[in-house]
Structure formats: C-alpha cells, structure tokens
C-alpha cells in the first residue's frame, strides 16, 4: 500500500441536479448540469480540468450503446484524456476512486469526476434492464427478477440474527424523514414503521416502501492535487483512504447474510486512511441504501458495528443526525432518489459537504472530520468505499 | 446539496403529462437477438438434466463439489479435476415469495423462490429455483426439499425441466 | 452415486435471448426547441456561444469548449453544403436496397456542427461535395417534431 497515495487529493467542488422518475433533460445535459455546478463551486474552468473520469450504469437504462462516449461532451470530457468505469451499483463512489488515482499517482492535478443515470428511457419499466443480467442457463429461464435475489438476501439475514421487519422499517423512516431537508429529494417523506409493514408486499419480505425508486439524474465532484488544492480553498476535504472489492457471480455458492467483499473493500480503505477503530473513528457515514435492509447489511461489512448490531443502533438513535454514528443524513438512495451511478456519487458529495460544514438542516450534530461514503452491486458481489477528511 | 447553492438544475416530467402524450419523445426498441453458449460445463449439465441428473464439477485442490458446474475452480484458479453427481434433494438455504412479474406487474398466485443447498454438494453451493406443493406461508429456513422433474418426454435439457422442489416429509429421502 | 459421466463433452449448448425494453427518449432542454422549430415553423436553428462565438446546429444547451450556457438562438436558414456523403445499396439490416439511397452530412454557413441527412432529387452520380442543397420538409400536417420532418435534401443553384 505505501506505493500507493503519492499525492494527497482533495475534493474541492462538487454539484448535482434534482432527483426525479422522469427529467426532460438528455443524460449529457444532466452531466453538464451538474458538472458546471461543481466546477463554479471550486473556483475553476473548464479550461482548469486535465481528465475526466465518467460514472455511468449499463447502457441498457439510457438506451445508448457507448453511453461514456455519448455523454463525454456534457462531461466535459472533449479533447481530455477520458475514461468511464462501471461496477454496477458500485460505480458511484467507485467513479472519485478512479479520479483519486489519476490525481495520486501524479498524473494530473485536476480531475472531473461524473456520474449519471437516465433510467426512465427504459420502458415500460427499467426493471426490464435488469434481467439481462442474470444468468441466460440457470436464472433466467426461471422468470427471475432483481427485486427476487434482494428478497433472498433480505431473507438470510433477518433469518441468521433474528432481525424483524420492524426493525428494517426504521431505516426507510430515518432516510426519508432526511430526505425532506434535501433539496433534490426525490422521495422525501414523514413515514411510520406501521406504513412500511402495511405497504404492498412485492416480493417477501420485502415491500413497497423497503425498495429505492428508479430516478434520473447526475453528480459530480472536482478533484485536485494538494498544491492545486491549498491555492483554491481554504478548506478541501481529502481522500484518505479508498478501497474496492468483488466477489464472484455464483452468489447461490456463498451465505448472503453477510457481505464480505465489503469488508475487503473496507480494510483496505481503513488501512490506507490509518483507521484502526471504525465505529469510533468514522464521524459519519453515507452507506449505500437501496433497500432498507442494506443499511444495515453494509454498517456490518464496513465493520462500523458488530455482525447483526446494526438493527439495534439504528433502533436506539445511534444513526439519527444527532446519534453518535449519524448514517445517511442525506436520506440516502430510499428518500433523496436511485438513479444508480448518481446516487452514489450524491454520497460522496454529502460527505464533502458534510464535513465541510455545508449541509445546512442536514448537517450532523458531531463534529464531522472523518467521513466514509460506500456503494455496493452487481450480482450482490461489488463493494466500494471511500474516507474523506476535512 | 451545500447549502452556499440556492438553485438546482432539472426539469421535472408529470407522469400524467408523460401518459397524456404531452412530452415530445422518441420512442425505439432494440432488435438484436443473443445465443448464449452454455460452454463446455453446462452443457453437459444441461444433457444431464435430460436424464433426470444434477451434474458438479469437484477440484481435488479445495475439495470442493460445486453447481452449478464449471470447467475451472475459480478459487484455485486451475482446471476441475472431475465430473460427479449431486442429489436432486436439498435443504432451503434462504427463500422469497414473489408477487410480482418481471414488468414490476402483480401477479395473482406468487411465486416461492429459494436457494437450495443440494445433498452431496460442497456446504453452501445452492442454486436458485422454485418451490412448489406448499402455501407460501408453511415454507421454513432449513426445510429439507425434493426437486419435481417434468416427465422425461418433456424435457428439454434446461433448467426448468425441474418444474420446482417440493418439501419433504419427516425421513423421506 | 454413480460415477459415469454419459453426455459428449462436445456437444455444446446455446440458449437463446433476446433485449426486453424499450425505450422512450427525452429530446432534452435544446431538443425540444429545435424539434419544435422544425416542426412549427421549418426553421433550423443554431444555439450561439457569447463567449466564444462558435454556432452550434444541432443547437445545445451548452458549449462544450467554453462550458457556457448557451441562450442566443439564430435562425441558420434551410440552406446548406454537402460536406461529405455516402451511397448506401443496403437497408439498416443488411438488406439490399431497391433504389440506392444518399446520405449526406450538410454543414451551415458560420456554424459548427452538421445535420447527417438523405439527399433526393438527385442521382447518385451527380452528387458531389461541396454542392449546395436545401431542406425539403414534409406538409405542416405530417410533421411530428423529428428529424424526419425534414423529408430530405435537394440539390440548389447556387
């Protein structure tokens, strides 16, 4: 590891459009959105950017085949050394990994980092994007369906702890009780754990109100090297530690309860940053929230407490803005919106605003100086995650 | 959003604008058609399933019996060293009840998903089928299960030509 | 459990698939100006950069050099130069064509950019680069705010 981080690199700038079903905008307009955004918050120019790096789900949502290359212009990308990565659900926080080590290594000193998603080209439903990817021989001839394989992975874990639904329920309450103080909240909503249990069951045990929306839009952060940094802002947040693992497609061959290719991701991020006690060390996390369940799924692999101790924190107030391990004060994917590589890069961004001191209603209660934002996808095997420090 | 940014971008659609035909779209639908190989290991674990067979792949390395087979371990990271046969009998690792179609539509009987851990197999080497012969409701972590073919003449060397497994009673095998 | 292994190895197995979705797509913030443009008043419109000048047709809702939001519209006129062209004997599955078709990129004075488009009125032979031609659009009542509204290009005097 200690080849690697050269440079330190700083998050200097970051933006984002609305969340929304459905944007009039095309993907690249998103992306110049909320990319001049960025760039007006960090103090640059176009002109300023050295490479960018694009963030962007399967092509089968927007409908574009070599959607990197359709939205580069809107990425700002033209006549720049370019490159778009893909990890599934992962890809959102996996996208300023990338940025980091074009900055770290020395390469560049300025780096546009983008992420976008325009699902609602797909029709009648992007759920119909999902199912190439399932195994053509074993899964789909079964008529499976991404909402089964959370199902079964929701199920396993509730059965290994004992976990209640109830219990997961507060997670969707929290996050779109947050959501309402986000401005580009898709899903912001006052819920009771009651409506969560009595909401349309879609696939046991999980329920309407379990689940993310499908969303359209874009975020993006500016990432530059500490000299660029220190000259542009008094206050950067680092990058101090990243980390990205993946396990294999076979997931019927492993035991679900428990993701332990976030772990991997995790340590690895945690032994860059220095960091030796999560829970104690990690001031505020954005964790990658798709369905309720995965909250606390993913708090137990990124080690912020022990296996099955999540529901109760979480119970107790512990994740609330004003608890002492604050968890997706944005609201996360379940109140502020899914559209899928964006919403993971909004993470990265409410952790440089929080830590910032910028987040408004939002911020949390502690003093924020350490912060980590996680993804997680693909066949439930990818995990990325990323420290920052103010 | 940072508190110093006042206002966002984007443009909102109302989904009843969108159903009314009010928003100008362009509409498409891809044509491209796929043939998937199944490979050399599936394959012949598709012929099997045509005789009423679960084929695995063993790597003498791990030790481990895996299926769905393949032609390499891809922990050892070396080709498997054997073909055998698990049972078509299993316990439910984990299980779903789904009440929705593939379109997010409602169906009217749900389906009952599950990972199976098949007998003979490595400890946690499941696969993904159905469950049949049982109210959704009975259904039990760890129940032991029992796959149901399609009569011979009917199968097509796939996966479905296990209709479903089906629960066992107490000590049969 | 028997230890025979009976199926030949060799026989390989396909599965078939095919794409599912479909799609709609938005024609986006400068999108739906342009399309309506065509479709209302047969204009082709550029978007203009105030910062470095530079006319975009297709218009867009920002310069990709500058970065700049792009808010000045001007009418480009109907009239254009073939900048470079083919002569397509198939059809889009590979088909062979009754009639070979033409397909040009025509550029607008001034502007940056171009419309890829069919040429008609004319023979494929006598096509060349360089040569003026003018979008012939499609009766008003037949316009439904694509590119096809535009129903070709022909050739002009200059």
């Given at each position: 590891m200690e080849m690697f981080g050269k440079r330190r690199v700083a998050v200097i700038g970051a933006g984002m459009t609305l969340f929304r079903r459905n944007l009039k905008e095309t993907g690249k307009e998103l992306c110049w959105e909320a990319a001049k955004m960025a760039l007006d918050q960090a103090g640059l120019e176009l002109k300023d950017i050295e490479a960018v790096v694009m963030g962007t789900a399967p092509d089968a949502f927007d409908g574009v085949h070599m959607k990197g290359e359709y939205l580069a212009d809107g990425a700002g990308a033209r006549k720049k050394p370019y490159m778009r990565v893909f990890v599934g659900g992962g890809t959102g926080v996996f996208t300023p990994i990338a940025g980091w080590w074009h900055v770290a290594s020395g390469m560049f000193d300025t780096c546009l980092v983008v992420a976008e998603e325009k699902m609602s080209s797909c029709f009648p439903h992007p759920a119909y994007a999902f199912h190439t990817i399932f195994d053509p021989i074993m899964a789909r001839p079964l008529g499976v369906t991404l909402i089964w394989i959370f199902a079964l992975e929701m199920h396993r874990y509730m059965h290994v702890h004992g976990i209640k639904k109830e219990q997961i329920a507060r997670v969707a309450v929290k996050n779109k009780q947050n959501a309402l103080d986000h401005p580009c909240a898709q899903l912001p909503q006052k819920i009771t754990v009651e409506d969560v249990l009595n909401s349309e069951v879609l696939c046991w045990p999980v329920q309407r109100l379990d689940i993310s929306p499908t969303s359209d839009g874009a975020a993006v952060a500016v990432l530059a090297a500490e000299h660029v940094a220190k000259q542009l802002t008094d206050n950067p947040v680092w990058i101090d530690g990243v980390g990205w693992c993946i396990d294999s497609t076979?997931?019927?061959?492993?035991?679900?309860?428990?993701?332990k290719y976030v772990e991997c991701a995790a340590r690895m991020a945690y032994k860059m940053a220095g960091i030796k006690n999560p829970p104690k060390e990690i001031d505020v996390a954005e964790v990658y929230d798709p369905f309720d369940y995965k909250e606390l799924h993913h708090m137990e692999g990124l080690m912020l407490c022990r296996k099955g101790e999540a529901p109760r924190l979480t119970e107790e107030g512990v994740t609330q803005r004003d608890g002492d391990l604050p968890i997706n004060p944005s609201g996360g994917l379940l109140g502020v919106g899914n559209p899928i590589a964006a919403a993971g890069m909004m993470k990265v961004c409410e952790i440089f605003w929080q830590l910032r001191g910028e987040a408004g209603k939002r911020q949390v209660k502690k003093d924020a100086r350490t912060g980590l934002a996680q993804a997680w996808g693909d066949l439930m095997q990818y995990g990325s995650v990323i420290i920052m420090r103010s | 959003m940072s508190e110093k940014i006042k206002e966002y971008p984007g443009h909102r659609i109302k989904t009843a604008d969108l159903r009314a035909g009010l928003v100008p779209l362009i509409r498409y639908k891809p044509e491209a058609k796929f043939a998937f190989s199944a490979g050399a290991a599936m394959s012949r674990f598709l012929e099997e399933l045509k005789n009423g067979r679960i084929l695995a792949s063993v790597c003498k390395k791990c030790g481990r019996i895996m299926v769905p087979p393949r032609t390499f371990c891809e922990i050892c990271f070396k080709p498997v060293d054997d073909y055998t046969y698990v049972k078509d009998t299993g316990k439910i690792n984990t299980y779903s009840v789904s009440f929705i179609a593939a379109d997010a539509s409602r169906v009217k009987e749900p389906t009952i998903v599950a990972v199976i851990e098949l007998d003979g197999a490595s400890p946690g080497m499941g696969i993904l089928h159905k469950i049949g012969e049982i109210d959704w409701k009975e259904v039990k972590f760890g129940m032991r299960v029992k796959a149901v073919w399609k009569p011979p003449e009917q199968r097509e060397g796939a996966i479905t030509d296990i209709k479903y497994f089906k629960p066992l009673k107490e000590g049969e095998e | 459990m028997s230890r025979e292994i009976s199926t030949c190895p060799l026989r390989l197995r396909h599965y078939p698939g095919h794409l599912e979705p479909e799609y709609a797509y938005t024609l986006g913030i400068a999108g739906e100006r342009f399309f309506r443009e065509i479709k209302e008043n047969a204009r082709i419109m550029g978007a203009k950069c105030k910062k470095c000048g530079k006319i975009y047709v297709p218009p867009k809702l920002y310069c990709e050099e500058c970065f700049e939001k792009l808010e000045e519209w001007v009418d480009v006129g109907t009239k254009g130069t073939v900048y470079t062209f083919t002569i397509s004997f198939l059809d889009e599955h590979g088909e062979k064509l009754e009639k070979p078709e033409i397909y040009a990129l025509i550029k607008f004075k001034g502007t940056y950019g171009g419309i890829v488009h069919r040429l008609g009125e004319v023979k494929p032979e006598n096509v060349r680069i360089g040569m003026k031609v003018q979008a012939v659009f499609k009766p008003l009542t037949e316009r439904k705010g694509t590119i096809n509204d535009i129903a070709y290009f022909k050739p002009i005097m200059e």
């Open positions: 076979y997931w019927t061959n492993r035991d679900l309860y428990y993701p | - | -």
